[in-house]
């Protein structure tokens, strides 16, 4: 079993900065693909960014150059460093564990382990 506790989400100003933590269970991203997605009010849970075991990341073309997904192998412990907040990056965002290959990576029905989310609100 595969648990993840996401943390350091947050209220923060338009323009700012907020760095998530996803801390995994045991080795869970030496096996797993791990992606952060979100999920704002009345929409579908959306791809943000991944990292596979090669250590390859893969972002959303809407948070290219804005954010990092990275991984510190000594905490078991997945970040994702978000730069330059836009009010309409609002949402609950989720770290989430993958079997999956590359081609369903920002498909959220193919992770199999999902933390319970942390907010993040960004005031414009």
């Known amino acids: 079993q595969v648990q993840l506790v996401e943390s350091g989400g947050g209220l923060v100003q338009a323009g700012g900065s907020l760095r998530l933590s996803c801390a995994t269970s045991?080795?869970?991203?030496?096996?797993?693909?791990m992606g952060w997605f979100r999920q704002a009010p009345g929409k579908e849970r959306e791809f943000v960014a991944a990292?596979?075991?090669?250590?390859?990341?893969y972002y959303a073309d809407s948070v290219k150059g804005r954010f990092t997904i990275s991984r510190d192998t000594g905490k078991n412990t997945i970040y994702l460093q978000m730069d330059t907040l836009e009010s309409e990056y609002t949402a609950v965002y989720y770290c989430?564990?993958?079997?999956?290959?590359?081609?369903?990576?920002?498909?959220?029905?193919?992770?199999?382990?999902w933390g319970q989310g942390t907010q993040v609100t960004v005031s414009s």
């Open positions: 989430g564990a993958s079997r999956g290959l590359l081609s369903s990576i920002r498909d959220p029905s193919m992770y199999f382990q």
């Open positions: 045991g080795s869970a991203f030496r096996t797993y693909t």
């Open positions: 990292i596979r075991t090669s250590s390859h990341t």
